[in-house]
C-alpha cells in the first residue's frame, strides 16, 4: 500500500471512531438527562409523598383514592385534601413546607403517573373493588412503599390470568370489555 493510501484509510477509521463516539455520548445525555424513565420516574415526583407515613398512621386508601369504589379512576387526591391535615401537621417538614407552596400559590401537583394503561384498553376499578379484589393483587403492598413504584406489569395477560380464574370466565375473556 501506498504511504499516500495508508493515510487515507487511518483517517477514514479515525472519522468512524469519532462517529461512534459522539453517537455513544449523545445515548448517554438522552439516558441520563432527557429520558426519565431510565432512573425511574417514580424517582422525580414533585413532592417525596410516603405512603407507608401515612398507613402507619391509619389513614385508608380510600380516603385519598376516592374514587375507586364507585368510578373507573381512583384518583389522586387534590392539594386541598392534603392541607386538611398538613395546615397542622408537620409544618416543618420541607417536603410539607413545598406542599404549602402549591397551596398558596393555587397549583395542582404534576405527579408522575406509576401506571398508565394505553387507550385502546378499558379498565374500571369498581367492579373489581365490589368483587373483592384487593388494592394489592394489583398493586402490590402500597402501605409498605416509601414511593410508590410499579409492583406488576399491567399488561394483558396480568388481566387474563386472574380473569382466567374466575366463574363467568368466558364473559370475562370477551374481547370486547377491554376493547370497546
Ligand atoms: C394521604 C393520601 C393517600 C393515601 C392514604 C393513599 N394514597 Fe395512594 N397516592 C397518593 C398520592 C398523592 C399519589 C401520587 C403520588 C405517588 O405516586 O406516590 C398516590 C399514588 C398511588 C398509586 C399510583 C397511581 C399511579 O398510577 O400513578 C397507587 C397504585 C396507590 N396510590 C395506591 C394506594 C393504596 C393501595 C393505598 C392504601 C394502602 C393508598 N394509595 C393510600 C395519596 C394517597
Ligand atoms: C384488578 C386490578 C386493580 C385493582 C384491584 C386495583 N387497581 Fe388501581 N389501577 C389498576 C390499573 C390497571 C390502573 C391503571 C388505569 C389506567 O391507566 O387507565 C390503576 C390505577 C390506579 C391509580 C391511578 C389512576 C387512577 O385511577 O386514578 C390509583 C390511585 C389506584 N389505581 C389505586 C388503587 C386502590 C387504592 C385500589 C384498592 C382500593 C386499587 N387501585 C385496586 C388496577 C387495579
Ligand atoms: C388525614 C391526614 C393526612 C392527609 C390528608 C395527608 N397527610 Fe401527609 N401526613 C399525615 C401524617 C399523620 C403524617 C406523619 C407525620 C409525622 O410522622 O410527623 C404525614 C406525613 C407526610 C409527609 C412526611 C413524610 C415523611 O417521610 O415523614 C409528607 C411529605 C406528606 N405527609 C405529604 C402529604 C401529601 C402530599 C398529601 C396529599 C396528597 C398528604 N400528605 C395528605 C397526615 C395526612
Ligand atoms: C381483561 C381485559 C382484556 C381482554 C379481555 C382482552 N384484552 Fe387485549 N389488552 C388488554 C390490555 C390491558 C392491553 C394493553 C397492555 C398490553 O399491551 O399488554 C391489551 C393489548 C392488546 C393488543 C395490543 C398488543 C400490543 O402488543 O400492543 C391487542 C392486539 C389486543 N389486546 C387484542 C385482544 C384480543 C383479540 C382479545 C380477545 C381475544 C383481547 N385483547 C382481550 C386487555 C384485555
Ligand atoms: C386479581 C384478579 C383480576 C385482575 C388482575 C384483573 N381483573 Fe378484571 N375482573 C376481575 C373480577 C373478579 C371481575 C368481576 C367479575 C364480575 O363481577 O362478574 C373483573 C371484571 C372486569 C371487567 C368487567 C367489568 C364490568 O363492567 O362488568 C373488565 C372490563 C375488567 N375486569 C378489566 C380488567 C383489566 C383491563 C385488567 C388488567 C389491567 C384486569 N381486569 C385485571 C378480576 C381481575
Keep these: 500500500m501506498s504511504l499516500l493510501a495508508s493515510l487515507a484509510s487511518r483517517r477514514r477509521i479515525l472519522a468512524g471512531v469519532a462517529v461512534l463516539a459522539l453517537v455513544l455520548v449523545l445515548i448517554a445525555v438522552y439516558l441520563l ?3 426519565p424513565d431510565v432512573l425511574g420516574a417514580s424517582d422525580d415526583q414533585p413532592i417525596a409523598f410516603n405512603h407507608q407515613a401515612h398507613a402507619q398512621n391509619g389513614i385508608q386508601c380510600q380516603y385519598c383514592h376516592t374514587g375507586v369504589d364507585n368510578s ?5 387526591p387534590s392539594v386541598y385534601l392534603c392541607m386538611g391535615c398538613h395546615e397542622y401537621v408537620a409544618t416543618e417538614h420541607p417536603e410539607i413546607q413545598e406542599l ?9 401537583i404534576p ?3 406509576v401506571y398508565d394503561l394505553p387507550s385502546f384498553a378499558f379498565f374500571n376499578h369498581a367492579p373489581h373493588i365490589s368483587a373483592g379484589v ?8 402500597v402501605a409498605n412503599m416509601t414511593v410508590a413504584e410499579p409492583a406488576v ?10 380473569h382466567a380464574e374466575q366463574e363467568n370466565k ?5 374481547c370486547l370489555i377491554c376493547h370497546r
Aim: hydrophobic share 30%; with cysteine; charged share 20%.
Design 111 to 113: 405527579w408522575q403517573r
Design 72 to 76: 373507573p379512576v381512583a384518583g389522586i
Design 33 to 35: 438527562f432527557i429520558n
Design 170 to 174: 368466558d364473559a370475562l375473556y370477551d
Design 134 to 141: 384487593s388494592c394489592g393483587s394489583c398493586h402490590g403492598d
Design 153 to 162: 406489569e399491567m399488561t394483558m395477560g396480568f388481566c387474563l390470568d386472574c
Design 100 to 108: 404549602t407552596g402549591y397551596w398558596e400559590r393555587q397549583e395542582p
